[in-house]
């Protein structure tokens, strides 16, 4: 058997190496929750999109700002929605670089295997 000493080193180790999953998992999760949000945004607005290439050049558009309607042109608006749409496509990019960098990090630290993991580390 081995010492007491060398039980605790590979206790130690054990517990820094399941903290370290642990603050993985937990990095996934949140990356997970802002691209749950950020395609949710993507979609909505891809929406507002298409709903304002329907309008004429006399259609209406509003904009709620606090409690008022306030009239907005509507290339104006077109713009605007346009810049949100490459903004949040943009944040999508680096959030499943971020969680494809993490599952390489992951990966090598704990020898995962290559096959179908990266596939659910990704969809994670």
């Known amino acids: 058997m081995g010492s007491p000493a060398a039980a605790k080193e590979l206790q130690r180790d054990l517990e820094n190496k399941a903290n370290d999953l642990n603050k993985f998992q937990k990095d996934i999760a949140k990356n997970h929750q802002i691209r749950k949000k950020y395609t949710i945004q993507l979609g909505e607005n891809e929406l507002v999109l298409k709903e304002l290439d329907l309008l004429t050049a006399e259609g209406n558009v509003y904009k709620l700002i606090g409690p008022v309607l306030v009239k907005q042109d509507l290339a104006e608006a077109n713009a605007n929605v346009r810049k949100r749409i490459e903004y949040i496509s943009a944040e999508l990019y680096l959030k499943y ?19 179908a993991s990266m596939i659910w580390w990704l969809s994670h």
């Open 97 to 115: 670089n971020k969680n494809f960098n993490l599952y390489k990090l992951e990966k090598a630290r704990y020898n995962l295997p290559e096959s």
